[in-house]
């Protein structure tokens, strides 16, 4: 980042509200376990993406590139980050 700016961290709490983002996990996990019921499973990506140091969901990576489309989809960068998740998912099938 270049000198001057704003941290990582005050850039992370503009893009983050972590009561809308928690009220939406609730509301997605109230929409699987509806509509699927136990033929479903929720793949919650809060761990890949938290950043303990901050104690926050995080955007981006540590050289300032993000996860996330404009839409709040994964970025090809995202994908990435998330691909152990589905390598595990798919090794235990």
């Known amino acids: 980042m270049k000198e001057g700016k704003k941290t990582m961290e005050e850039i992370n709490k503009s893009l983050y509200n972590p009561t809308s983002f928690e009220r939406g996990r609730r509301r997605h996990a109230e929409l699987v376990k ?5 033929k479903c499973e929720l793949i919650d990506y809060v761990d890949a993406f938290w950043n303990k140091t901050m104690n926050a969901f995080q955007y981006f990576d540590n050289q300032g590139f993000s996860y996330f489309t404009n839409g709040g989809h994964l970025s090809a960068h995202g994908v990435e980050h998330v691909r152990p998740i589905y390598e595990k998912i798919c090794s235990s099938l």
């Not at 509806?34 to 136990?38: A, D």
Request: proline share 0%.
């Open 34 to 38: 509806k509509e699927c019921g136990s």
